[in-house]
């Protein structure tokens, strides 16, 4: 039986209420989520992985992004008190030049400078489950960015088919105008420094092309699901790339055993690359970001951002 390639939309209160006790416990950090086991790796599999040697990621040098906009983060301390940041909605559209509106979940009543999290969904998937659980995650302590790609079928309506993402050249582009834009239209809010890239399926197995050679330089990443190495898409000179990049920490997230396996592969090339990295492993999650996959990921989130204090410092969910 075939996996759909990406979950059906819920609501956000209803993905607040699945993930309970993980988002009291990790965005607190009052608690220590444990690491999921993973799952046993077959005799030789680390020594073979370990030569495996990966096409290199293309390179986007092309791409505009100001250099200062990518600065190092202010810490709380540093950032400039704003007026509270207001509007009727919690998700807009946000025109991007050249590509289709993205959608983006606002931290509303954030009187500061806000870090950005890039949420990118799979194919024929849908941007709005993937906003609503990671705005339900990061609350007001995060701009919550999530490109829309191109339509599977133009010319049926806009929700009838879902989305994908036209090579990865084309998303390193639309990400890239995404944040301009963001910026251009929040000003002062937006923190681009240091971004947080969170990609599902073909959002994931993308993002781990474009994140060695962003010119955004995203310090940390969740992959679910996908960019884990099934394809080949990592090896340490990859790793160390992004870790020149500014690429601190990397959680390979599965709720597939095979997409596990792939992961456990992959994880000591990325170490051996300078990043710290994590595998997480829900045995019973499946090919989606709902469901046993929720609590597991918002806590995966809490470890992966515990050392940027822009996460970890202000209002939570809601505040």
């Not at 993002?207 to 898409?233: M, N, Y």
């Not at 990397?250 to 055993?257: K, N, Q, S």
């Not at 994590?278 to 515990?306: C, K, N, Q, W």
Request: some cysteine.
């Amino acid at each position: 039986m075939s996996v759909p390639s990406s979950p059906a939309p819920r609501s956000a209160a209803a993905l607040a209420r699945r993930l309970g006790l993980a988002l009291a416990c990790g965005l607190a950090l009052g608690c220590a989520p444990g690491r999921v086991p993973a799952p046993s790796a077959p005799a030789g599999a680390l020594e073979r992985a370990a030569s495996v040697a990966a096409a290199p990621s293309e390179t986007f040098a092309s791409l505009a992004a100001p250099s200062e906009a990518f600065a190092r983060p202010a810490a709380p301390s540093e950032a400039p008190v704003l007026p509270p940041l207001e509007g009727s909605e919690a998700f807009v559209d946000l025109p991007v030049p050249g590509h289709r509106a993205a959608l983006v979940g606002l931290p509303l009543g954030a009187s500061g400078p806000r870090p950005v999290l890039v949420a990118t969904h799979g194919a024929l998937g849908h941007a709005r489950p993937h906003c609503e659980l990671w705005q339900a995650v990061v609350g007001a302590r995060a701009f919550v960015l999530c490109p829309r790609g191109a339509r599977m079928a133009p010319a049926l309506p806009d929700d009838a088919y879902g989305h994908f993402y036209p090579g990865h050249p084309k998303l390193a582009d639309e990400v890239t105008h995404a944040l301009a834009a963001l910026a251009a239209r929040y000003g002062a809010h937006v923190d681009l420094a240091a971004p947080v890239y969170v990609g599902f399926s073909q959002g994931a197995n993308m993002g781990a092309l474009v994140l060695p050679s962003h010119p955004a330089h995203f310090a940390r990443a969740l992959l679910i699901e996908g960019g884990v190495g099934e394809h080949q898409e990592w090896n340490v000179a990859v790793a160390e790339r992004l870790r020149a990049q500014g690429g601190v920490r990397v959680v390979l997230a599965c709720g597939r055993y095979k997409c596990a396996q792939a992961a456990l592969r992959t994880e000591p090339l990325l170490r051996r690359g300078g990043l710290d990295t994590e595998l997480v492993y829900v045995g019973t999650g499946g090919h989606r970001i709902d469901g046993d996959m929720a609590p597991a990921l918002a806590a995966a989130f809490a470890r992966l951002v515990a050392d940027d204090p822009r996460f970890v410092a202000g209002p939570g969910p809601g505040g």
